[in-house]
């Protein structure tokens, strides 16, 4: 592998076209600028050819490393970076790749990496395809986090009994984070909506690379002489085990633990943890979480001054109500025992007494309006002329039901009688005969026929 980047070098340098518009002239001047002439390449080309020579000169290899920024896509393809000291490289595992392995990728993970050398022509970026995932033990940072975390816990800064309660209606915080982060907008918004009245103060620092911690540190230790506040929050949003770092270096941890006042640590999601978290008196999944943790009972005795104030003014207006009843019934009665009230109580007495006589009489009146017509109506019903009329009416009923039925009737409505040479009715047209002499009888006399056929 020490050989790979000569081979490249040399085959870069065998397949420059390096013709006579870009060969230096004799006796040129070193910074003389060469003239581009009709051979220029396009970006799209030149990247072309650097992903030629890279992927043909390095063949697939093992590399060894640690895990950082680690991020899996919806569609299943993993993209990560593998660094170590001195050096870090971008990774990509696909999909059909990431389901064959057995290896667990994770960011702080020691793994070793069997790919190949790619060149993304987006964006001119090399990196390595990875085709094979095998752990190499615990990163290096993970394992100085965990032996930091032993030695300071055997020192104490992690013991329960150092933990102190926070106070529950601070009036001044202060806020030891980035100003331009994303977490103090988040603290600060949320303080906002919620209607928290106390003071925050933000403590501006570093809180990513070099120089974080030692920021961080004479912050608070600047805050703690200005004797100000009640309350200290501590951290950012979140990142990768590299980019919370300070918050797990040894002057930082043992300044929060030392620390007089309650330290609230809000360090990255609610997955990550730093030496921090542990040495402040409480943890807090985000920022978010921390300032909803430093509301929470100022909303709580808002909300309970809010219901006795609801309820006092209910208080008030049920005893105004009940006041002015008993006012009025006074009142009331007050008119009731003046002279001009018995009085006029008196009129009342005698207006409603005449009214209930003349209902009482009218009633009467009315009463015996009513037997009288029925009497009447009784005897009208019993007289003989009604009797008579009643059945002359019948009488005509059945003159005109007879009438009715009457043979004149029915001649007169243009029916005829056939009678036979004695006289008889002929009923039916069986038994006819020709030439036999019948007479038809009609509604104004007879008409002699002659049967013509016979049946």
Sequence with gaps: MKNRPKRLAATTEENLPLGPDFSPAAGSSPMAEPDPGPRAESVSEFTRRVKTLLEGGIAPCWVRGEVSNLRAQASGHVYFSLKDAGAQVGCVLFRGDAARQAAVLRDGG????????????????????????????????????????????????????????????????????????????????ILTRRGWRGRLVLLPAKVQGAGAAAEMVAMLRLAERMGIF??????????????????????????V???????????GHEIDFTLCDFAADVRAETPSAAAELISSAFVECAERAEQAGMAMGAAVA??????????DHARSRLRLLTPAAQIEQGWLRLDDTANRLAAALTAAVRGQRERLATVRATLAQRSP???????????????????????????????????????????????????????????????????????
Excluded at 155 to 171: C, H, S, T
Excluded at 230 to 255: C, H, P, Y
Excluded at 320 to 326: F, I, S
Excluded at 405 to 415: D, E, K, Q
């Design 385 to 455: 002329e009604t009797r008579v009329q009643l059945e002359s009416h019948r009488l005509l009923a059945l003159w005109k039901r007879l009438e009715s039925a009457s043979p004149a009737s029915v001649l007169n409505r243009g029916f005829a009688i056939v009678r036979d040479e004695k006289g008889k009715p002929v009923a039916r047209r069986a038994g006819l005969r020709a030439g036999q002499r019948l007479t038809t009888e009609f509604a104004d006399g007879t008409a002699p026929v002659r049967v013509e056929t016979g049946v």
């Design 110 to 189: 020691q793994v070793l990496l069997f790919g190949e050398a790619s060149v993304y022509e987006a964006r001119g970026q090399y990196q390595l395809i990875v085709r094979v995932v095998v752990e190499d033990g615990v990163g290096r940072l993970q394992r100085e986090f965990e032996a930091l975390k032993r030695r300071l816990a055997g020192d104490g800064l992690f013991a329960p009994e150092r933990k102190r309660a926070i106070p529950a209606m601070p009036r001044c915080v202060g806020f030891v984070t980035s100003p331009t982060g994303a977490a103090a907008q988040d603290f600060l918004r």
């Design 230 to 255: 009640d309350l200290f929050v501590i951290g950012r949003g979140g990142g990768s085990i590299e980019d919370l770092w300070a918050f797990n270096e040894e002057a930082l941890v043992r300044t």
């Design 318 to 327: 049920g005893a105004t109500e009940r006041a002015r009843e008993r006012l």
């Design 257 to 267: 633990a030392a620390c007089p006042v309650p330290v609230i640590s809000a360090v």
